[in-house]
């Protein structure tokens, strides 16, 4: 080719490319348009490179209102009677002094947590990349991360952002959004001395091939009338129900569930497990499509996975469940949060996941959420870390647990093994349905003892075909995504990032940090390291015999 056809050549394939981008651009746009509002700006408002910083205005009337409404929803829940008609029907052996367990919260009416009302939204100002923006909503939010803050009174707690939630009051602000989101999460990073677990399990799962949403670190400063003050480093995390659904799939109309159920010993709070005879569609709180009370795709879900044909017929078994479910997707998922440790998730707890029923395929795609507790993280409150040293005699077990349930299981409970332990578990039964919708463990790696109350792991783990998948998978991720020197590579970048905001002169204040000394901060980082290479060599020596 000589130089002049080269030059031509060249240059139609930069016209080619130009007009690409332009039509590129404008698919974008007209999204944008058609969702009325600006396309999301990654780049500035979820950044991997740099810590943003924040300032969220309210008035000091507006901040009491916040207050008030927290004591009044949350501030007695650690009273006896609460949970008093409940009590009652127990037998004395569940509690032997545990009134409530150390660190928990109450009992609702079948076990569960209480099932709390969310906390009040309240007029405020956000204040970001040297723009303002009026009349948003903010509130609270977290379960036990809100809860927990309150029992070790802090003053740093999970916010949820709606910019345009006053659009009803101020028509101007409808479809407001910063850089093109209208909701965001800043979440506090309760229990995690580390502070990047919520920062850095999300992009584990998407190197996995798992949608999982952006996130990126932020400096919160709240001023309520007395100037800004400093409330600690929050990780930023886009909100399913806006962005997530809206950028990762082509269609982002379909319906998307959140599971809001709390289950021990409760059938009707244990619907999200979908465990045979126990759906209950109220659990699946829907955050699309709200006006269509149509659940048929959730019905339709739990008739496929329930059908006789996965004894039968499994071939006929996994075709059905795969039209109706992405369990590509799902396994990818299980294999990964299996590796990395977090126990607050599906198989031990049934709330922190969405399902979205994609419109382009009908198919439900698992999405994980809250990850504050991955990567071997424990429970605050003190409970975890005693916990995860299997010292059961410390919550007298089993006595505490009444006389129908006990029974002991050498794998622990439903396949469930608490991190660092000698072989101290509790009895399966406690983690059939979440222990109170918070499960205490870590999956097995060889997901042996996970009961049927679990059917999306048990189910699947049970035919050959999808184990042999799941095996695949884990040997991917713990040579790709999780494997040690990549992703302790990461830590180190992102202790280096955050360290100045997190310990030292400009970092996070008393009352509002979950730190006790500056050394927790290194020391947490140190435990990070070590699990990398534990849980690869543990994925290695699992993977020679599976």
């Known amino acids: 080719m000589n130089l002049r056809v080269a030059f031509y050549v060249g240059f139609l394939i930069c016209i080619i490319a130009g007009i690409s981008t332009v039509i590129s651009s404008s698919i974008d746009s007209n999204m944008a348009n ?56 127990q037998p004395p ?13 109450p009992r609702g009416p079948g076990g569960g947590m209480m099932n709390l009302e969310n906390p009040i939204y309240v007029e405020a100002s956000v204040t970001f990349n040297n723009e303002t923006w009026d009349h948003i909503g903010v509130r609270y939010k977290g379960f036990s991360s809100l809860q927990g803050a309150i029992r070790e009174g802090s003053g740093k707690i999970s916010l949820k952002l709606k ?16 850089y093109g989101f209208e909701e965001l999460n800043l979440q506090s990073n309760y229990a995690d001395k580390s502070l990047i677990r919520e920062k850095i399990a999300p992009e584990i799962f998407q190197d996995a091939g798992v949608i999982a949403p952006e996130t990126a670190f932020y400096r919160v400063y709240i001023d309520y009338g007395e100037g800004p003050q400093y409330f600690g480093l929050y990780t930023m995390i886009e909100a399913i129900e806006d962005t997530v659904i809206q950028t ?42 709200k006006k269509a009370a149509d659940y048929s795709d959730i019905e339709r879900l739990y008739e496929v996975l329930h059908s006789d044909t996965r004894h039968t ?73 005693r916990m995860n040293r299997g010292d059961r005699n410390q919550f007298n077990i089993p006595e505490f647990i009444p006389p129908e ?40 790696l060889d997901m042996e003892g996970v ?21 695949t998978y884990l040997n991917e991720v713990a040579n790709g995504a999780f494997y040690p020197d990549t992703i302790i590579e990461k830590y180190r970048y992102y202790y280096d990032l955050i360290k100045p905001y997190v310990v030292g002169e400009s970092g996070e204040r008393k009352g509002y940090s979950y730190l006790t000394s500056d050394a927790d901060f290194d020391t947490a980082f140190d435990e990070l390291i070590a699990h990398v290479q534990e849980r690869y060599d543990a994925a290695m020596e699992y993977l020679k015999t599976a």
């Open 93 to 105: 052996q569940f509690f032997q002094g545990n009134e409530p367990m150390n660190g928990m919260p």
């Open 405 to 444: 349930i006990q029974g002991w299981n050498e794998r622990g409970m439903d396949g469930i093994q608490f991190n660092r332990t000698n072989n101290e578990f509790f009895p399966p039964e406690m983690n059939q349905r979440g222990m109170g919708g918070m499960g205490m463990g870590n999956l097995s």
């Open 248 to 289: 990762q799939f082509l269609d982002g109309s379909g319906n998307l569930y959140k599971p809001e159920s709390f289950g021990f010993g409760n059938h009707n709070q244990d619907g999200s497990t979908l465990a045979k005879g126990t759906l209950d569609l109220e659990s699946f709180n829907k955050r699309t499509n």
């Open 163 to 178: 910019m345009d939630y006053y659009k009803s009051e101020y028509p101007e602000t409808k479809g407001q959004s910063l």
């Open 34 to 89: 058609e969702a009325g509002t600006e396309w999301p700006d990654y780049e500035t408002v979820l950044p991997d490179d740099k810590v943003q910083v924040l300032l969220i205005t309210i008035t000091p009337e507006n901040w009491q209102l916040m207050q008030n409404d927290l004591e009044e929803k949350y501030g007695q829940m650690t009273q006896e009677p609460m949970f008093e008609e409940w009590r009652e029907r």
């Open 313 to 385: 017929d499994p071939e006929v078994w996994r075709a059905e469940l795969e039209s109706v479910f992405n369990v590509d997707g799902f396994i990818r998922w299980l294999a990964t949060n299996t590796l990395i440790q977090n126990f607050d998730t599906y198989g031990g707890n049934n709330r922190n996941y969405y399902l979205y029923n994609d419109p382009e395929t009908w198919t439900f795609f698992w999405i994980p959420w809250d990850n504050n507790f991955a990567l071997g993280g424990r429970m605050g409150g003190g409970m975890g870390e």
């Open 451 to 471: 009961s049927d109350n679990w059917p999306l792991i048990s189910f699947l783990m049970a035919d050959p075909t999808y184990k042999a998948m799941y095996n």
